[in-house]
């Protein structure tokens, strides 16, 4: 639904009001109750605002003096790269869901077509056109070596290339620090694994990888990579009908580390998760961090203000 105009969003107002209220909109899961608060990219109304809202709707939505209203926003054209212009662009295949049936996992190739090494400033996977994103609920982009095995599975894993982003609803661009980056090798093929649904109509999901490099022969001081934590040893999960399961994970930091952020992932059957830090001190310390709750249509980083930001020693679990 549009909220572009009054006359959009008049229809809405109670449901504006219950929402808002409830903190449900702007989307933001974060546990407001348990550890770190204070973050880049915090979209929540403040209580001054909902309360506006609130005392709007609650006297009918009036709409006001128009003379009064502000001009409309400039809206950024959803086919424009959050990088700037890419130094590259990986089309990935086009892939035509069926109108019907279930859910899709499995994966895409194409290639990147360098010729030597190259490290990544920024880097964005997107969809290119309203159908696009009505399928693509997510979609992961890894760099793999031509003909290497890569295992869609259940959860579409990427097999074991080196993970670049993840295009869902709620992510954007990535952007490292000015000496980090991501090595990116001659000769390597882009991976997607995705995860499609059905629209009622048979149509063609299209997804695109844009990166930005630094300059030819540039090393960071950094080099970025990724790993899904608190995976090495876990078992399949299985939750009884009507019930709840808590699982832990652990992984060891073998070096210290600067947390920037923090994103939660689980699937349909996902309520909750939290970040917690267990201190090598004597005596043990363990800290809890971040917690949200999981919401399966929205795939949320929490990127932690500077002066937050947790700096955890080597042997951290």
Known sequence: ?????????????????????????????LDKTIGIQKYKNDPSLSDAEIATIVKWVDAGAPQGNTAD???MPKLEDLSTW??????????YPAFTMPAAGPDLYGTLEAPFGTTEDR??????SRVVDSNSRKIVHHALSYAVEPGEDGDAGD???????QFLIEYASGKNATFYDPDAGLLLKAGQNA??????????????ANVELGIVFYPKGFVPGHVQWSKQLGQEAAPDLDIPANSIVRRDGYTRLNSAAHITAWQPHMYIRGKYQCLELIYPSEPVRAETVTCASWNYNWHTIYNYQEDVAPIVPAGTL
Not at 155 to 161: F, I, K, L, R, V
Not at 191 to 204: N, V, W
């Open 82 to 91: 959050r990088i700037g212009t890419p130094d590259l662009v990986v089309k």
């Open 119 to 124: 490290y990544i400033k920024a880097i964005q």
């Open 155 to 161: 959860d579409a894993g990427g097999g074991s290339g």
């Open 69 to 71: 209203m502000p001009p």
């Open 1 to 29: 639904m549009s909220l572009l105009t009054y006359n959009d969003a008049r229809p809405w107002a109670r449901s504006i009001k219950q929402r808002v209220s409830k903190r449900e909109m702007p989307p933001w899961f």
């Open 191 to 204: 991976r997607l694994s995705y995860h499609f649904h059905s629209i009622g109509e048979r149509a063609d």
